[in-house]
């Protein structure tokens, strides 16, 4: 008897060792593909997301995992801004650009079973133009307001037939089918959102590739495969876990353990090291972007511009791209980095002088210097590898001439509404373009319609707004680009902030991920992705 029950054990043991063999290797090599190409891919960064409802977020953190749940009506290329069809399959623009009519693709399903269709277009529109800077503050910068707003760019949004959906503009604008790509612009389900109110942003739900599945707060959000995806023989990968691991060199070497598959944020300096590991690879995300030392213009001292442009000669950029860069970036003169059209590469900088900072600082009334307070970034960030360390570097030259500079800091998202509100009187942040165009930089993040919303400055500008309203609201190029210009040059007379840099992100992953391309706006779904 005693036998016949240790051999049956033997056997359960034996069944039980196959079984445990034959689990897929993302659940026993903690993320790795499978030859198939499935498996679940484990993204290290720097910072959780804020929320998982795009329309009320701001931050890279929050989109990367939005863009894998959720589609807009039209898309970018893979490797640059050039707009291509996605939700919508086509669109015709009439009436000297003020009208859009866009034919959507048939049999959409959200991932809740309900239809996606032109209503859903429509409630999602209604939804944000019926909202404020406090819900919703990227449309703002965006579409010159909300519906009860004067500078409000859509008239009308109607739904035609299931898949037909219409835009009616009160004037046009240039960048629009571009705008419509953005992450915040990602059409929800009208059903979900009326299931969770305001808790929306803990369960997303869209038309995209993966699922949304878990979030473990300041550890992991979780998606999974959308086995009912639109597109055929998509997703490639089983799932993607979005891990914190705030430390860059701590992110890296989970990466070496083989604990994540693909980080962001890598230190500069390591990059020589991981091209020198056969096991892993390098990714440069193309640079659209810039970092920059941000005043609040309505706070003393600040609000005079000779203090402004003192510290703007404060600020030695070379030294910041050579000690925290490591060459990965250019000096930034203008708001604009060089990949955007209508860059003014005429504009000098205002280059270190300690002296012409002194004069000007005698000239505000500040010759003795005065006490601030340099609000510093928590997280990596694309555009800024180490805001703690670069707010060290700025507090030094500020004390040559008598500025003494507390550092401040807060947890992510804390930080974030707080500059949104104007709290902070000096700040350190940066900005990753959206959509390639001129207007998401200047407009969006200096103009007086985006306060409360992207202009953390709080910077007001007649003459500016009246170059970037003309500029929007014109088909031709040469003359947007002119416009541009013109509106850089008063910005950089004014100096509501002191651009640093604009920087090369560096990605780094194992060698099994295949079909990964970075995206220059800073954030890319994973639907063609693979790991082999």
């Known amino acids: 008897m005693k036998r016949s029950i240790l051999t049956a054990l033997a056997l359960i043991l034996v069944l039980s060792l196959g079984l445990a063999g034959c689990k897929s290797s993302s659940e026993s090599t903690g993320g790795k593909g499978s030859s198939s190409g499935g498996g679940v891919m484990i993204y290290g960064r720097g910072g959780d997301a804020v929320g998982l409802d795009p329309a009320h977020e701001t931050d890279g953190e929050s989109f990367i995992v939005t863009e ?24 015709k623009i009439e009436d000297g650009g003020k009208k859009y009519t866009f034919t959507l693709e048939k049999g959409i399903k959200f991932q809740d079973g309900t239809d996606f269709n032109a209503d859903a277009v429509v409630k999602n529109f209604d939804r944000w133009m019926n909202g404020d800077a406090a819900k ?35 004037r046009p604008q240039a960048p629009f089918l571009k705008n419509l790509a953005m992450s915040p612009f990602a059409i929800s389900s009208p059903a979900a959102i009326d299931k969770y109110g305001d808790k929306y942003g803990e369960h997303p739900v869209g038309t995209g590739p993966f699922k949304f599945k878990e979030w473990k707060r300041g550890d992991t959000i979780s998606v999974v495969k959308n086995d009912k995806y639109w597109k055929k023989g998509l997703p490639k990968l089983d799932g993607v876990t979005f891990k914190v691991i705030k430390d860059n060199s701590s992110r890296l070497n989970a990466l070496t353990k083989g604990e994540v598959d693909l980080i962001d944020g890598v230190n500069p300096s390591d990059i020589d090291k991981i091209k020198a590991d056969n096991k892993l690879q390098i990714f440069e995300r193309p640079s659209m972007n810039v970092a920059y030392f941000g005043f609040n213009v309505e706070k003393a001292p600040f609000n005079k511009k000779e203090v402004r442009q003192a510290i703007s000669h404060l600020v030695n950029k070379d030294e910041l791209i050579k000690n925290f860069y490591n060459g990965t970036a250019e000096p930034a003169t203008t708001p604009l980095p060089s990949s955007i059209a209508g860059q003014n590469k005429d504009i000098q ?12 600082l005698k000239k505000a009334g500040y010759e003795k210097g005065f006490k601030m307070d340099l609000w510093a970034m928590p997280v990596s960030r694309p555009y800024m590898p180490n805001g703690q360390k670069i707010a060290e570097a700025i507090q030094a030259n500020l004390a040559k001439v008598g500025i003494k500079a507390n550092i401040v800091t807060f947890e992510w998202g804390t930080y974030l509404e707080k500059l949104r509100k104007g709290e902070a009187p000096a700040f ?25 919303s992207n202009n953390y400055s709080r910077y007001k500008s007649e ?28 910005i950089h007379e004014d100096a509501p902030w002191v651009p640093l840099v604009h920087a090369k992100p560096q990605l780094a992953g194992t060698s099994s991920i295949k079909g990964f391309y970075p995206h220059p706006k800073g954030s890319q779904s994973f639907v063609d992705v693979s790991m082999k």
């Not at 373009?433 to 001129?438: H, P, R, V």
């Not at 003459?463 to 008063?490: C, F, N």
Request: hydrophobic share 35%; proline share 3%; no cysteine.
């Open 463 to 490: 003459p500016v707004h009246k170059l970037l309203i003309e500029a929007q609201s014109t088909a031709d190029e040469g003359k947007r680009e002119e416009l541009y210009k013109k509106a850089q040059e008063i």
């Open 349 to 360: 900088d205002y280059g270190y002088d300690e002296a012409k900072a002194k004069e000007l």
């Open 428 to 452: 350190l942040i940066g900005w990753t373009g959206d959509n390639g165009d001129a207007d998401n930089f200047l407009y969006a993040l200096l103009d007086k319609d985006t306060i409360d």
């Open 68 to 91: 894998q749940v959720m589609e807009t009506l039209t898309g970018y290329k893979k490797e640059n801004t050039d707009v291509v069809p996605e939700l919508a399959k086509s669109w």
């Open 136 to 170: 919703f503050p990227y449309y703002a910068s965006m579409f010159g307001g909300y519906k009860k707003d004067p500078g409000h760019v859509i008239k009308e949004v109607k739904a035609i037939d299931d898949t037909t959906v219409e835009f009616t503009l009160k």
